[in-house]
T-cell receptor
């Protein structure tokens, strides 16, 4: 069966520090991968999606970047965090676009 | 108008009661519809897909009304464990890869 791992679960970082969140998927090949951010009381906002190694699409301009160095690995990064980067970050995968998503357990990021 | 709108609630419902909530969407061309459940500070989990003819999964029934552009979720014989936020999801118009998420409806089942 397929599983998705995301870490860390919580992270407290000072403003201006770098960020690296990692997500890996097991039990499937060539998944569509996604990074979402969820702000309190709001719907999930798609940040990045990837349909293959090295293929990254950004949905919103921001202080973040994503990379997919391996088929089942998706990384969310920032060189310098802003206060506004605080939020709940979720990695997800799907078999085909616009299909049901399966999420990692999320990372609660607090930028202070 | 938001692309996907939900009543944020909370809906306070006694255990054993039936509760229903709707979600409206703006893109008449949408083809994929889902209900997800999210517990506090946890990841969303797929509850059920929504099919054109309506579908049922145990105590849960989902319906799609294309004419009025809304989907609904009905929960019968509610349990304390049904307390959660229910997220409505619809595929967007800008990209085949983007699902548009509602902000969720909070449900609280009281003993």
């Amino acid at each position: 069966s397929q599983t998705i791992h995301q870490w860390p679960a919580t992270l407290v970082q000072p403003v201006g520090s770098p960020l690296s969140l990692e997500c890996t998927v097991e039990g499937t090949s060539n998944p569509n991968l996604y990074w979402y951010r969820q702000a309190a009381g709001r719907g999930l906002q798609l940040l990045f999606y990837s349909v293959g190694i090295g293929q990254i699409s950004s949905e919103v301009p921001q202080n973040l970047s994503a990379s997919r160095p391996q088929d089942r690995q998706f990384i969310l990064s920032s060189k310098k965090l802003l206060l506004s980067d605080s939020g709940f970050y979720l990695c997800a995968w799907s078999g085909v676009p616009s299909a049901k998503l399966f999420f990692g357990s999320g990372t609660q990021l607090s930028v202070l | 108008r938001k692309e996907v709108e939900q009543d944020p609630g909370p809906f306070n419902v006694p255990e054993g009661a039936t509760v229903a909530f709707n979600c409206t969407y703006s893109n008449s061309a949408s083809q994929s519809f889902f209900w997800y459940r999210q517990d506090c500070r946890k990841e969303p989990k797929l509850l059920m897909s929504v099919y054109s003819s309506g579908n049922e999964d145990g105590r849960f029934t989902a319906q799609l009304n294309r004419a009025s552009q809304y989907i609904s979720l009905l929960i019968r014989d509610s349990k304390l464990s049904d307390s959660a936020t229910y997220l409505c999801v619809v595929n967007g118009e800008d990209s085949n890869y983007q699902l548009i998420w509602g902000a969720g409806t909070k449900l609280i089942i009281k003993p």
